[in-house]
Each structure stands twice: as structure tokens, then as C-alpha cells.
């Protein structure tokens, strides 16, 4: 395997604050690589150097000359959201190719699951999913050598994941390292895992669930050989400092030296000792409380609208929330599952008809844009700002929270996702709601912070409301599933009826020009070989099958009759 980059000793300190120390690694032609760590702890950073954009303090990465890199960055550029997709992709190589390479983007839009009506979409009518496709689509037109992205799945729907998923695992064949906090996303795609933490980096040629069971393997074995090596320099500091008394009460010079000799090899011990993982020092609790009552919110024939109010998104007929219930309100990107949010959280403490909640209840709403953190004010005067709490309790909850008393009044407006998200947390404990509304609260915060999450809202039996494309936060938390399809809310008895209609509505990645979604033109088959006949019957039979085996108000009967026709036409092909 052909080495595409090599990082070398490298180190690298933002100001006083070391983010990793003599790290080295390499990323060869098969790789696929996840990219983990806690919130702060430098994976964007490392990326920017990477990519050249910043030099390093120490060491030195290298990659043959010539070889073409490229950066899914995490958040669009300003300059591009009035573009129109295919002008947005096509704006990332020069004017004087734009031309030639126009067929070739469309096809990748296509195959990322943008239909020919969206191509021509200005950027800014997208949802967050669908804008991180677009940056990806940007990326891969370049033709890179190697790709390197920064949480590509953040904000994506089970849709637009479904598509990244299908494409990175497709037949091109371009090695990758991705930093993502998405559990399943590492599973599906990745062949090696890193772990940036204590500015280490701990590298595992395995999926990120093998890998983390790995390392923490590791961790319970360098507790026991530190716990061993701690007490061989207790013993033998114990006996130097007998043999030392021994020396000097008997005046005996061997005993003295001994003792020397000895207290040399425990400072040598010390400096050799195993080091032993500190952890993040995050910690992520909600404080949320519980409200004794049957129902929190009820919701009775509301129609809700486009922010512009101008056109329906869906209409609720009847639907209540008890305390204890978990809800996740599913949908693709686009359905209205956030406007649906702002609409419940625009009624709390107002007379409306259409959304009545209990007196009792206090509401703690967590806005998945985090346009709060806009603002060059500290940690502390932010919570100050948005909290009745006093000063000494916000510095006992952020010191509790792992933030670093230098870092106590450091502005929001410089702190990553992970971070702002984090913050929003710290206010739920200080203010203690008893029903939670929860707008993608799994985007930026690391893995260990999810599982705390989970952990939180099972074990506090808060009640929530969520949204969330996180598939194992989702399986783990929510005991309630709605769904809005066709503009209506539909409560599931399960996931399984949803994840089905995903993974049929989204496009599998074949040939560029291919859709399992229409029949193939007659013509097109005119210039299929018998083995990609083959491969298109198996798809079909599959789509056909999968859809079958649904429940019947959840089955397509136009797309089943449309694939039976192209299933006929393909096999007399053959014939």
C-alpha cells in the first residue's frame, strides 16, 4: 500500500494551550480513516495543518509532490450560499474548466441525491444536510488523491447520510480520514480508527466500535502496570530510605551508597512510568427535573406553516406529551421538523389554542443553529445574561463541567460547536427545566458527550422532545416516534418502518447515469453489457422485494409496477 502522507513528530500548541505532542502516523492508498477525539482537544486543527494551512511547532508532514488533497470543510463559505448548486460546486476549480466539467458534476449531484430540479436550487433554500453534500460534491470535483473531512454528517438526515454512506463506500476508491462523532457513520465507513486525546494519538487498523473497545482494553492494562509500578518505587523507596538511616546510624558508607543507588533507580522509575489516559476532564449534565402530571403539552388541529407563512408544511390533528416520554420527531431534511419546533417552543407562556401547556411547565429549548453564541462575551457573562443563577453557582457548574478556570471568561464567539453546545447544557443545570426541547442536540458534541447525554436523559426520566439523524442516540433514548410524511405526523410503533422507507427512497450508488428511483430507457440498455444487466436486475429484485415485505399502507405500487417493466425489458435483453 502506496503512503499518501506521512506525519511526522509533529506538535502544535494554540497559544498557551498544547493540543498534541510527537504524534505521528501515516494514510495510505486503502485507507479510510475516523478521526475522533473530545470537543477542544485540536482534530480541526490538525486537519489545517494537513491541508498547509498552518505549519506545525514541531515535526513535519509530508506527501509526494504534486498529489491533489481536498477539504470537506465543516461550515458553507458566505460566498457561496446565493450560488446555485451546480455554480456552488463548480466554483471550486478554475473559471476555465467550469465548461468541460459541468456533465461531470451534475452526475455527482445525482448520485448524491439531488434531483435535476434541486441542481438548479440556490444554495441557501438547502437544508444543513444538503448544503454539507453540496461542500462534499466540491470536493470530490477536484479529483483528489486523498480527501479530508471535518463532521461531513453533521446536520444530514437519514437520507443524506444514506448517500455519503453509499458514496464513500462506492467504487472510487479515494482514501479518506474523516473527523465525525457519528457512532454509525464510523462503523459503516471506516477501516481505521484514530484517537486524539491527552495530545496523543492512538491509532487502530479497525472500525470505530472495535477500536474503542480496544482502547479501552488498553487503558484497564496500563492502569494495572501503573498500579504495579507504583508500588515497585513505594517498596523501593522504603527500602532506600532504611538503607539510608541504616548508613548513616552505623556509619557505613556501602549502606549509603546503596540507598543512593537505589533512589536513582525509583527517579528513573518515575520518569519510565506508563501513562495513564486522564480522560477529557468533560463532563455533560442536564440538571433537568420531573413534573408530576399527566400532561405536559397537548396539541389539537394545528396547521403548520413555512416561516414565510406562505405555504403548508403539515397539520397535527391530536397529540399530547406525558411527562416521562422521550420523543423524536423524524423526517427528511426539508419536512418541517425544526419550523414544527419553533412553533411548540413560540407558544410556551402565550394563550394559544393549538398548543396548550401545563402551567407547571418550565421550558429548557436547545436551538440546533446556536445563534445565541454570536456575541463576544464570556463564558460566564453569556450565563450570566440567560440565567438567574448567581456568580458563584455558574463558576462552581463550569469548573464541574471540565472548563478550565483560565478558560472561565473565554468569548463564545471564539469556541468550536462542540463547545457552544456544551455551554448550552450548563444552562440546563443551572436553570433545572422539567420538559425539554431538543433540536439536534447530538451535532457537534464528541462521542463521549453523546453517551453522557443518552445517559442523562434515560436516567434523569426527563421529558423531550427531540430531533435528532443520530440513528444509535435515537434507538437509545426516544420511547415515542413520530413521523411527519406527506404533511401528516404519524406516531410508529417502532423504527423500522422508517429506517425501511429510507434505505428504498435513497439512491444506491451504481453507474454515474443509473436511478433504481425510474425505469432504464430502452436505449440505455442498448449499451449495457450483460454484467451490468445483471447488476441492475439484482438491484430491482431487491428494491422489489424489500418493498413487499413492508406493511401495505407503506408499499409504492407505482414504483413496484415501473420495476416489474424494467425487470421484463432486462431479461429479454439477455435472452
Not at 481505521?192 to 495530545?199: C, G, H, K, S, V
Not at 539510608?244 to 549502606?255: I, S, V
Not at 430507457?521 to 438491484?539: G, H, Q
Amino acid at each position: 500500500m502506496n503512503s499518501l502522507l506521512n506525519v511526522l513528530n509533529v506538535s502544535f500548541s494554540r497559544g498557551s494551550l498544547a493540543l498534541f505532542e510527537n504524534i505521528s502516523f501515516s494514510i495510505g492508498t486503502g485507507d479510510r480513516i475516523g478521526f475522533v477525539g473530545h470537543n477542544g482537544s485540536g482534530k480541526s486543527t490538525l486537519l489545517s495543518l494537513l491541508c498547509g494551512n498552518e505549519q506545525p511547532d514541531e515535526g513535519e508532514i509530508r506527501m509526494p509532490r504534486g498529489q491533489r488533497v481536498a477539504l470537506v470543510e465543516q461550515f458553507v463559505p458566505a460566498e457561496l450560499t446565493q450560488l446555485v448548486l451546480r455554480d456552488a460546486v463548480l466554483n471550486a476549480i478554475p473559471r476555465e474548466q467550469q465548461q468541460e466539467t459541468g456533465h461531470h458534476a451534475d452526475e455527482l449531484l445525482q448520485r448524491l441525491g439531488f434531483s435535476a430540479d434541486q441542481i438548479s436550487l440556490p444554495l441557501h433554500l438547502l437544508s444543513g444536510g444538503q448544503q454539507n453534500l453540496v461542500l462534499l460534491a466540491r470536493a470530490i470535483v477536484l479529483e483528489p488523491e486523498l480527501l479530508l473531512m471535518d463532521e461531513p454528517g453533521n446536520h444530514m438526515d437519514v437520507m443524506a447520510l444514506t448517500h455519503l454512506k453509499r458514496y464513500l463506500l462506492s467504487g472510487q476508491h479515494i482514501p479518506f480520514l474523516m473527523i465525525s462523532h457519528d457512532r454509525e457513520l464510523l462503523n459503516s465507513c471506516c477501516n481505521r480508527t484514530l484517537f486524539l486525546r491527552d495530545r496523543t494519538l492512538y491509532a487502530f487498523d479497525l472500525s470505530f466500535d472495535l477500536a474503542a473497545q480496544a482502547l479501552a482494553e488498553h487503558d484497564v492494562q496500563a492502569a494495572n502496570s501503573r498500579q504495579a509500578e507504583e508500588k515497585e518505587i513505594k517498596r523501593l523507596q522504603a527500602s532506600a530510605k532504611r538503607l539510608a538511616l541504616w548508613g548513616k546510624t552505623y556509619d557505613n558508607e556501602d549502606l549509603a551508597r546503596k540507598a543512593k543507588s537505589m533512589q536513582k533507580r525509583v527517579e528513573r522509575l518515575k520518569q519510565e512510568q506508563t501513562t495513564v489516559s486522564q480522560g477529557s476532564g468533560l463532563a455533560l449534565q442536564l440538571g433537568a427535573d420531573s413534573l408530576r402530571s399527566k400532561s405536559l403539552l397537548t396539541i389539537e388541529n394545528l396547521c403548520v406553516l413555512t416561516p414565510d407563512n406562505q405555504h403548508e408544511l403539515l397539520r397535527i390533528g391530536f397529540q399530547y406529551i406525558r411527562a416521562g416520554d422521550r420523543i423524536v420527531l423524524l423526517g427528511r431534511n426539508g419536512v418541517g421538523k425544526s419550523t414544527t419546533i419553533k412553533r411548540l417552543v413560540g407558544a410556551h407562556n402565550r394563550t394559544d389554542n393549538l398548543v396548550r401547556y401545563n402551567p407547571n411547565v418550565s421550558l429548557g429549548y436547545y436551538d440546533q443553529q446556536l445563534e445565541q453564541f454570536d456575541s463576544a462575551c464570556g463564558r460566564r457573562d453569556w450565563l450570566r445574561g440567560v440565567s438567574d443563577a448567581s456568580d458563584e453557582r455558574i463558576k462552581q457548574v463550569l469548573l464541574h463541567s471540565g472548563i478550565a478556570f483560565a478558560d472561565l471568561d473565554r468569548s463564545v464567539n471564539t469556541l468550536s460547536g462542540g463547545e457552544c453546545a456544551r455551554l448550552m447544557f450548563v444552562l440546563f443545570q443551572l436553570e433545572q427545566p422539567n420538559f425539554l426541547i431538543l433540536d439536534e442536540p447530538t451535532n457537534h458534541i464528541d462521542i463521549q458527550g453523546r453517551e453522557q447525554l443518552e445517559q442523562q436523559l434515560i436516567d434523569s426520566k426527563a421529558t423531550v422532545l427531540m430531533t435528532s439523524h443520530d440513528r444509535r442516540f435515537i434507538e437509545r433514548v426516544a420511547n415515542r416516534w413520530w413521523w411527519i410524511s406527506d404533511k401528516q405526523l404519524i406516531e410508529l410503533s417502532g423504527l423500522e418502518e422508517f429506517y425501511a422507507t429510507v434505505n428504498q427512497d435513497a439512491m444506491p450508488v451504481q453507474l454515474l447515469s443509473e436511478s433504481t428511483q425510474k425505469t432504464q430507457p430502452a436505449a440505455d440498455l442498448m449499451t449495457m453489457s450483460d454484467d451490468e444487466k445483471l447488476r441492475r436486475i439484482e438491484v430491482i429484485e431487491t428494491l422489489l422485494r424489500e418493498d413487499k415485505a413492508r406493511k401495505e399502507k407503506f408499499q409504492k405500487p407505482a414504483r413496484q409496477q415501473q420495476w416489474m417493466q424494467e425487470l421484463s425489458r432486462l431479461w429479454d435483453e439477455l435472452r
